[in-house]
């Protein structure tokens, strides 16, 4: 029997980069469909989030993100860019945010196809793995067509959707806080969210309880 969740996942968050690669890889080993859900990451939907934080936030972030990277041997470094427009003295968010938009667009057509996973992990790549200039070129369509996509077809839907895209994003949104919780990356199994990036092998165990199955 094939088990079905859904992983909720911002672009912008290096936790769900941190975790993404794992999720696909448990549903390439099992009888397991991993939706993704793409929401805006916390920038975009409370943009005084980071200018409200403890001041020792920021700083134990990055030590721990990567920590967890070293651990799982990921790679990973500083986006280039962010996919965030951001005054780098102030922490205001920019009204115009073309970068992550698109992205998270692009990550909301995939999952129409049912590719979004792949697809977020193969973005992930290029966003949190070290390469420059990540949005230019055909960096953004290689990804796609790594996921068993047409680029040229989610280039075309996400420029002619925008307004349906954001609405279906915004659902996503709605959908993770009834489900328990607000924040990425949060997989939902059965209704129960597992928040985080240290709470895969828990997500394993419960699904194990339910007969997960190796392919």
Not at 33 to 45: G, N, T
């Amino acid at each position: 029997m094939t088990l079905t969740a859904e992983l909720y996942f911002s672009f912008r968050s290096p936790y769900s980069y941190l975790s993404v690669g794992r999720y696909r890889a448990m549903a390439a080993e099992h009888d397991l469909d991993i939706a993704l859900r793409p929401v805006w990451p916390l920038a975009i939907r409370e943009p005084d989030f980071f200018e409200r934080n403890h001041p020792n936030w920021l700083a134990y972030t990055l030590r721990d993100m990567m920590r967890v990277a070293q651990f799982h041997g990921i790679a990973f470094g500083p986006p280039r860019p962010d996919p965030i427009v951001q005054d780098p003295a102030t922490r205001a968010i920019a009204a115009d945010q073309p970068y992550i938009r698109r992205v998270t667009r692009m990550g909301q057509a995939a999952a129409r196809r049912g590719r979004g996973l792949v697809f977020a992990h193969e973005a992930g790549q290029l966003i949190w793995g070290g390469q420059e200039n990540w949005h230019e070129g055909d960096h953004l369509a290689g990804a796609l067509t790594r996921a068993g996509l047409d680029a040229a077809e989610i280039d075309r839907e996400v420029a002619a959707e925008e307004d349906t895209l954001d609405a279906e994003i915004a659902a996503n949104q709605d959908a993770l806080e009834a489900s328990g919780h607000w924040g990425v990356p949060t997989l939902v199994f059965e209704g129960e969210p597992f928040f985080g990036q240290d709470r895969i092998a828990m997500a394993r165990w419960r699904m194990e309880q339910q007969g997960l199955a190796k392919r």
